[in-house]
């Protein structure tokens, strides 16, 4: 800074027009343009990425295919600039362009909508590879066009400011350095300020309209007195207040959440915020009877519904359960607030709730508090719109329980749930004699994730159990049940689920059904799972494997049906019941129910597979080992459920 700039050598040429000719924009607006360029190119970005999103997984790969594109798009967005700086240079091109990106953003939404018809979740029986080419086929309708003729303006903008009297190097790094400051602002106000405040296809038209804007203030810049520049400014200016009076007018509404008719279904209410769009939805309401409520984040993932209250409210009282004294318990991921609810009739006296999305707490408090009891009265609960992962680092309090929700793995982020850092930090926050549940939705697991899984959770914990959420074929979860060493199995909290729910004499269902749900003790059995490598920060393979299963399209990949009977079969197998420690307080009775459990489980996948005659062989043996009152209840958790997933 402190050297005086050194002479152009001998010999050495001005650069052309440099000093000569007349600057076609004062310094000040080729800064400002490059500054808006940096913000409006950024927040369009994240406003792609999350209209992409209601449409496709929220995967590393989804996320990754829609970087390329938009990547792609600036690159030719700069060899666009450079062939138009070649053959004129003016602001008037600049206006061009400012105004052909404007135009073409205005455009998306129309695009967008009518390509996936209506927001139809695409992809959809197809294999990995044709998914990953839907990915790639969509993003490029929807973003090349537009992402070029924003992407255009920042480099024909050093076109323009090769007329300023200043050395070269110093004007097109302080160019950079404006677009760079105007691309962080864009992609912080995207996410955390357009998408709360404006929602998605408004915030595009609001883009829109400040390009056709910034557009009219560069013509107006333009020393021409000529007479088109004015009428094109005319037009631009007058185009701003036509297309807010559209949108205002409802001619430009377009949804964020499909309701399909075919199911009656109806959106009661939409929540748009940095971290997602939450929709409630009513489905198969009639005149005479209301429907039933579903909770959806991005137009298609499914957090809970009112139809599955029974497993919902199964995710709670499981754990709880499992510890003779629950008193403080820590629930990881709210969705429609059921599960958490449950944790409120035993006797506890401290509950924290942590919800990634701030709108899933406001649609829950909304719309499903009848089937929430006092959640949100009861001073003894607390709920926090933070990720529960960070929280539980952050925090010094130890809970008794700690329950992680039913994620679905192959998104975006969630890898690191199933990652031994997060289980290092969940065991350190335990209580002594705590209980962790990660449940795990099997049906969107391969026999590998789900060992990678296992062997993660087995590196923390040493104590591993097995346990049934349902009898589901096809659909099953499962939780992982991790505790200390020598820890057992405590009948007498066990079967206290009879008295909190219900009153009754011995041998009704409460008092049977927890046991029929053991599957069995991953801990005696670690070599299974030793070949399989362990999920972590540095190496998230979950995160990256699950998505790959997901789309595979092949139920036989997949860790259900006669694949989980076979892994239920050889655990009992290699260490039967009657031998495992964890199971050693049970007396004759309690174990004849554990049995029963594996029986019923092995019959429910021969029944669904069409097997019935086998099917009954198993069935016998398990109304063999239970009371009459139980005999049929299991068959309710053993139906398989309406899809809500249109994937």
């Not at 915030?203 to 333009?222: Q, T």
């Not at 959806?296 to 199964?314: D, I, K, V």
């Not at 359960?321 to 969705?335: A, C, N, R």
Request: proline share 6%; with cysteine.
């Amino acid at each position: 800074r402190g050297e005086p700039q050194a002479a152009p050598a001998a010999g050495e040429p001005e650069p052309a027009g440099a000093a000569t000719a007349a600057p076609v924009l004062r310094a000040a607006a080729i800064y400002g343009v490059a500054f808006f360029s940096g913000v409006t190119t950024l927040a369009l970005e994240v406003l792609w990425t999350r209209m992409l999103s209601l449409v496709f997984q929220n995967s590393v790969y989804s996320f990754s295919a829609i970087l390329v594109v938009f990547l792609v798009a600036l690159a030719l967005g700069s060899a666009l600039a450079h062939a138009l700086a070649h053959r004129r240079a003016g602001a008037g091109v600049l206006s061009l362009l400012l105004a052909a990106a404007g135009v073409a953003v205005f455009s998306v939404p129309f695009v967008f909508v009518d390509f996936t018809s209506g927001l139809r979740f695409l992809g959809t029986g197809q294999d990995w590879g044709g998914y990953v080419g839907t990915i790639f086929g969509t993003a490029l309708v929807a973003m090349l066009l537009p992402g070029l003729l924003a992407g255009a303006v920042f480099p024909y903008c050093f076109k323009l400011a090769e007329r300023m009297q200043r050395a070269p190097g110093l004007v097109l790094g302080r160019l950079a350095a404006v677009n760079t400051v105007g691309a962080i602002a864009g992609a912080l106000a995207g996410g955390f300020l357009l998408l709360p405040a404006l929602g998605l296809w408004k915030s595009m038209f609001v883009i829109a309209v400040l390009y056709l804007l910034i557009a009219a203030l560069v013509l107006d810049a333009l020393p021409s007195k000529a007479l088109w520049p004015r009428i094109a400014q005319g037009v631009l200016v007058l185009s701003v207040p036509v297309v807010l009076g559209a949108y205002y007018l409802d001619y430009l509404t377009f949804p964020v959440t499909r309701a399909r008719t075919d199911l009656r279904e109806a959106v009661l209410e939409e929540w748009e915020g940095s971290l997602g769009t939450v929709a409630v939805i009513e489905r198969g309401r009639t005149r005479r009877e209301s429907g039933t409520l579903s909770m959806r984040l991005n137009n298609h993932y499914t957090l809970g519904t009112a139809a599955s209250l029974q497993f919902e409210r199964g995710q709670a009282d499981l754990p709880m359960l499992l510890h003779p004294k629950p008193e403080e318990i820590f629930f990881l991921g709210m969705g429609t607030g059921v599960t958490a609810s449950a944790a409120l009739a035993f006797p506890v006296q401290k509950v924290v709730i942590t919800e990634l999305v701030p709108e899933v707490v406001k649609a829950a408090r909304k719309y499903f508090r009848p089937y929430l009891g006092s959640l949100f009265e009861d001073g003894r609960v607390r709920i926090a719109a933070e990720d529960g992962r960070n929280y539980l680092r952050a925090t010094p309090e130890r809970f008794d329980v700690i329950v992680a929700d039913l994620f679905l793995p192959w998104g975006a982020g969630t890898g690191g749930l199933y990652g031994r850092e997060h289980f290092q930090t969940v065991r350190s926050r335990l209580a002594e004699g705590g209980v962790f549940a990660q449940w795990l939705p099997l049906y969107q697991l391969s026999p590998r994730d789900f060992s990678i899984i296992c062997r993660t959770m087995l590196e923390v914990f040493p104590q591993v159990t097995i346990w049934r959420g349902d009898f589901f074929s096809n659909r099953p979860i499962v939780a992982l049940i991790g505790q200390e060493a020598g820890a057992q199995l405590r009948p007498e909290a066990l079967t206290r689920i009879a008295d909190i729910l219900a009153e009754g004499a011995e041998g009704q269902p409460g008092q049977v059904l927890p046991f029929l749900l053991y599957g069995g003790n991953l801990s005696l059995q670690k070599e299974r799972f030793a070949d399989y490598p362990v999920n972590t920060d540095d190496r998230p393979v979950i995160e990256y494997l699950t998505p790959r299963t997901h789309w595979s399209r092949q139920e036989d990949r997949w860790m259900v049906a006669s694949r989980l009977a076979d892994f239920y079969r050889q655990l009992r197998e290699s260490v039967p019941f009657g031998e495992d420690p964890y199971l050693e307080r049970l007396d004759a009775q309690e174990m004849s129910f554990v049995e029963a459990g594996y029986y019923f489980y092995q019959g429910a996948v021969l029944w669904y597979g069409k097997k019935r005659r086998e099917a009954e062989e198993f069935f016998e043996e398990f109304r063999q080992r239970v009371p009459p009152s139980v005999q049929r209840l299991p068959r309710t958790l053993a139906r398989e459920p309406v899809a809500d997933f249109e994937n």
